[in-house]
C-alpha cells in the first residue's frame, strides 16, 4: 500500500491550480473533469515525488454535491488520502477487520483512470480511499 494522492476541497478551482503553479512551481496533470455523480469538478497537481502521486483538488459543482457540507464548515481544506493497493477487496477486508466502515454499497466503483476504487472511514474516523494499482 502506498500514498496515491492527496484530496483537497476547495472553492475556487482555477485559483488553487494557479497557486499551486505560481508557488510550488507544480503542473497540473491532464485537464480538469467533471464527476457527475459526485457532482464534483476535480483536476490532479503533480506534486513531483515520483509516479502518481498528487493532490486532488476537488470543487464542489452544485449545493447538493457531497463535498459541499465539507466546504460549508470547514472552509475547504484536506478531505481524504488515497492509498494505492494491489487487491482492492483484499484490502478493503483487512480494513473491515479492523473496524472500518466501508462506504457505499461495499462494491468497488470505477473511479479516476477507470480503475477500481472504495471509500471508507478507517476505525479513527479518517476518510479513506482505496485505489487498485494499474494491472
Not at 17 to 43: H, L, R, S
Amino acid at each position: 500500500m502506498k500514498l496515491h494522492h492527496i484530496g483537497k476541497v476547495v472553492e475556487d478551482l482555477e485559483k488553487e491550480i494557479e497557486y499551486y503553479k505560481n508557488t510550488f512551481g507544480m503542473k497540473i496533470t491532464g485537464k480538469p473533469v467533471i464527476d457527475p455523480i459526485q457532482k464534483v469538478e476535480v483536476a490532479f497537481v503533480d506534486v513531483g515525488f515520483g509516479k502518481n502521486l498528487t493532490i486532488e483538488l476537488i470543487k464542489p459543482t452544485s449545493k447538493d454535491s457531497p463535498v459541499q457540507k465539507f466546504l460549508n464548515d470547514r472552509g475547504g481544506g484536506i478531505h481524504h488520502l488515497c492509498y494505492e493497493v494491489k487487491d482492492l477487496i483484499k484490502a478493503s477486508e483487512e480494513f473491515r477487520n479492523k473496524g472500518a466502515l466501508i462506504l457505499g454499497d461495499s462494491v468497488p466503483g470505477k473511479g479516476h483512470d477507470d480503475r477500481l476504487t472504495l471509500w471508507l472511514y478507517t476505525q479513527e474516523k479518517e476518510l479513506v480511499e482505496l485505489v487498485e494499482e494499474n494491472k
